[in-house]
């Protein structure tokens, strides 16, 4: 197998005081969706947030794309390819809703996905190009903070909560364009509280608990391991 | 004569006149110190010198190289703006994980030691500097004789606060700023390099100030302390206004000029007092002020 387009390595990060992860393994290959499973505070916000380096102090080793990112600034993180779609989605509300999408520049040469693509996966965000970002609906503005880092070329996505807050209907139109991208060849990493959102889509499964990787699973393991997600997922 | 609630009309207007002069002032000045603390959160008090520095900095180019009005105009403002760069990188920088209390007690500091300075090398009287000869003589406007060259400072500083509102709303660079204003961390994780945003953002502020600074010299005389007192009303304007608001800040900037201008007609005793007794009260009913967001 080819070198991990992620890879992390006891990837320590605080907030200030507080320390958030401690040694967190884990790696994504090209082409794969990785979920990251576990309770509220278990620290799968947090390992997005540190990829970024939008945490405070960092250690370990971060590797994007081959290069070692744990000292680089967020904003060349992100020119390595890293699209991130934060859990409260980010949309700018002194922005409109063009503005938003067209906000972030190109990361890759070649370019991404162009906007008239974007319109024909999202067609609500066409008609609502001049609003006022936030005066948009929950569903539309997820799509909207996932449309804004397909345009820029990224090819590692970092998809926090997406299925959050939102009616089914909308979670499944989010679950279509999961499989679309990965059949296109992006590689994604999604944190996720809806398990069965996420368990149709992932190719693997990394438990979190206490700021650790504390379980790693297959898709054809998941059935077996009911017990153990349960204890670690339930509350 | 006719009269307006009893006040002569010609009175009336005159002060309403130069009331738009200073408002003109007023809103240059407040909307640099406006965008600095919607992006930075620094409150700059250091913008009264800044404006000082840019009409000793258009003297200076007069005197020392000859260079005339219309090179100050661009100059001082590049001149200035690249010491706020600077300024930036090397202090400012240092603060924005702090308390914002230090960066306003960094540039309070900053302030006194430019006056300080300038007042040293070249004392506290003012400086004549001479109206650029295009711009001399007067309007007769009926009620009362307007310089021409007043006339220009309103629609230079008009023009430019425009000029200014449309890049910050209507642009791609001016989205980028809206969004660092708002979240700059997210932001910057979108690929956008904001650290040397805000250098610029701030040189930018700076220059505008500097700018006011040049277009004030023929009127005000350049000295140490011209920028003190200003810089407190202008500080009342941006609170009116709405922190970090910029349209906010233009339009409070020119309607307090207006509201000045009128105290003068109406009870001249208050009139440097009217900006911060309106402060109070819109503090009072609606804290983010005018046009601010909640």
Redesign the interface.
Known sequence: MNAPLLELKNLNAWYGESHVLHGVNLEVHKGEVVTLLGRNGAGRTSTLRAI???TGKRSGSVSLFGQEAISM???H???LGVG?C?EER?I????TTG?NL????R?AKNGGMSVAHIFDMFPNLKERLNSPGTKLSGGEQQMLAVA??LR?GAQLLLLDEISEGLAPVIVQTLGRVIRDLKSRGFTIVLVEQNFRFSAGLADRFYVMDGGKVVHHLRQDELAANATMLQEFLGV | MTTIFGYPLPVVLGQLVLGFVNGSFYALLSLGLAVIFGLLRVVNFAHGAFYMLGGFVAHLLLIWFGVNYWGALILAPLIVGALGVGVERALLRHLYTLDPLYGLLLTFGLAMMFEGFMQQQFGSSGITYPVPAALTGFYKLGFMVLPIYRAWVIVASLTVCFLVWILIEKT?LG??L??A???A???????????VMVTLTYGAGVALAALAGVLAAPITQVSPHMGTSLVVVVFAVVVIGGMGSIFGSIISGLMLGFVEGLTKVVYPEASTTVIFVIMAIVLLIRPTGLFG?D
């Open positions: 970024m380096g939008l600034a967020p904003h993180i992100a020119r991130f934060p980010g700018f509300a002194t922005l503005e067209m906000l972030p520049p990361v804004r880092i820029t | 791609k989205a980028t809206r969004a204003t708002e979240n961390s997210l932001t910057q994780a979108f690929g956008i390099n904001v650290p967001r």
